[in-house]
């Protein structure tokens, strides 16, 4: 059942698609069905309808609506292989171009949170602001030590409307799984609460911050990518100091062309980074939108916006090893079995029948540059598989999803003709055979023989007492089973419930044996075998009435 604050937000989100003359997808929407008939009673429909290219109207909605509709813009707008040219350029302006909030109120949120005036703090800062997104924005500025800094600064009341957002969003996923019947399937709650605790994490710039240094740390040296410094004596919940970097943004092609940057390595650099971040650290940046991304002159990636970082299981990063090396070796065969494997379909499924499908839609587009792949064609068909399989999404991994896919349409932008399979191959062939290989193994034993060498001692007299209980029969073995755990108290309750049984049915015939006796009669209350009957009788019923 949909609240009345929920019910208002709907409300809300339809006057602002009506404002803009996107009221097909009003009509189109079966959640909106039941508001239909606001839609003529709103002046939105008639003053709004239609002004100015669709591509701005749905952009403009997108801003109007808040920053998780503005975070969904910004997923779609790296993916312009998918969308009208005219939608795709329009989105393109959500990833750092959202309108800003008063410069006034930028300056008291970071008086107030570093407890020092502007002046104290900065010898030179900029009252308008470098870029603005959906839940902060940046300024500029110059230390007192002569660095360059930006300052970014979370949106005020930003929290309070990510909350109502989420948890219409929560609203919407249990309908979902409710009423609709890939709900199980697709789990959309799940799906809900992954995001609900990732927005949450981006609304804490201490935890950027944190996010920032660990990433810097790890590809320390790298000339692939560069972190940005924190300032962290200027750093706090909702303002955080960073070093300022130059460089072209990775969406301004033609800039990039101009400067003489390498598209093809950048592009095949991308890759790189990404699995290094996946398979190598386990921790990698999962909003690598263009608006994020920059450029230097030797094709190094400059990073800003840590909000949103992503990592996965042990057992998930090794399946999705083993996955794409399959993938990318084409044995179909493994990677039907690793997903049966790792319960990412049902156990009953017939692994050549699933093999099969694989195969069918994967084999197409192997050994094809990304402009001749058709990615829309391709997910459509993915989608029918996993439908006709039953296979689950797997919420923990949607992160890793999402960045895939922005890398994957970044590659489009900056090289069409570039080979993601076999870019990506030897770098998850070195992977694994550091991991899983015979000198992975070799590793593993030399890093624990310092604890081997530890115990060695003690294993004689250990096995000595092992014998010694084996002689004397006393050896006992200890082990435990969750399912043999659940059995054994079904056969306690079981036992009880017999045990009750046979006292219960013990007094009824008592009760039945004292009332057939000959000289005795019901009516003899004052008989001590009529009480015996009665008790008996009565004991008898209540234990079997208590019997489930």
């Known amino acids: 059942m949909i609240n009345l604050k929920t019910a208002f937000r709907l409300i809300k989100i339809q006057r602002i698609l009506l404002r803009y003359g996107l009221d097909e997808f009003v009509f189109q929407l079966h959640l909106f069905r039941p508001l239909r008939y606001l839609t003529y009673l709103s002046p939105s429909y008639v003053l709004g309808k239609r002004k100015g290219p669709r591509g701005e109207r749905i952009r403009k909605a997108l801003e ?89 600064v979370l949106r005020p009341g930003i929290e309070k409307t990510i909350n109502a957002d989420v ?23 799940e799906v809900v609460h992954e995001f609900d605790n990732t927005i949450h994490d981006e609304l804490d710039l201490v935890r950027e911050a944190a996010n920032a240094s660990q990433l810097r740390r790890n590809f320390e040296g790298s000339d692939q990518l560069y972190v940005p410094d924190v300032y962290w004596d200027f750093t706090r919940k909702n303002v955080m100091v960073m070093e300022r970097i130059y460089g072209t943004p990775i969406g301004r092609i033609d ?31 999962a909003d690598m939108h263009p608006g994020n991304i920059f450029a230097s002159d030797d094709a190094q990636y400059l990073a800003v916006d840590f909000g949103i970082m992503g990592s996965v299981t042990v057992a998930d990063q090794r399946y999705l090893a083993e996955n794409f090396l399959a993938f990318f070796q084409r044995d179909y065969f493994r990677v039907a079995q690793l997903h049966i494997e790792s319960g990412w379909v049902p156990k009953h499924t017939r692994v050549d029948e699933f093999e099969s499908a694989i195969r069918a839609v994967c084999e197409p587009i192997f050994e094809k540059p990304l402009k001749e792949i058709s990615y829309g064609h391709l997910l459509l068909r993915l989608f029918q598989t996993a439908r006709r399989f039953d296979m689950e999404v797997q919420p923990q991994l949607v992160l890793l999803q999402k960045t895939l896919l922005n890398i994957e349409g970044l590659g489009r932008q900056l090289y069409p003709d570039l080979d993601l399979w076999q870019t990506a191959k030897p770098y998850l062939e070195d992977w694994y055979k550091k991991r899983i290989g015979p000198k992975a193994t070799f590793n593993k034993l030399k890093e624990h023989l ?50 009750m049984a046979i006292c219960g049915g013990s007094l009824l015939i008592s009760a039945a044996i004292i009332l057939g006796l000959d000289g005795y009669s019901p009516l003899m209350l004052g008989d001590a075998p009529v009480a015996t009957w009665a008790l008996g009788g009565l004991g008898g019923l209540l234990i079997f009435s208590s019997l489930d």
Do not use: C
């Open 167 to 189: 948890a219409l969003l929560y609203t919407l996923a249990e309908l979902a799984t409710k009423y609709w019947s890939e709900g199980k399937r697709l789990k959309p709650i």
């Open 64 to 152: 109007d609506l808040g920053p998780i509709f503005v975070k969904f813009g910004q997923i779609l707008s790296t993916r312009q292989d998918l969308l009208p040219p005219d939608i795709g350029e329009e989105l393109s302006q959500l990833q750092d171009n959202v309108p800003p909030f008063a410069d006034y109120l930028a300056r008291q949120i970071i008086e107030k949170s570093l407890e020092k005036s502007i002046e104290e703090v900065f010898s030179e800062f900029t009252e308008s602001p470098l870029a603005s997104a959906s839940v902060a924005q940046v300024h500029t500025a110059t230390l007192h030590t002569g660095e360059d800094v930006i300052v970014k």
């Open 450 to 499: 310092p604890i081997m060498a530890e115990k060695m001692p003690e294993l004689p007299e250990m096995m000595y007492q092992v014998l010694s209980d084996v002689a004397k029969g006393e050896l006992e073995i200890k082990w435990k089973s969750k399912q043999l755990e659940e059995i054994k108290q079904q056969m306690e309750k079981n036992h009880r419930k017999n045990i």
């Open 255 to 285: 800039e990039l062309k101009e400067r003489g940057i390498d598209l093809k390595l950048l592009a095949e650099r991308g890759v790189e980074i990404f699995f290094a971040q996946v398979f190598r650290d386990n921790f990698f940046h």
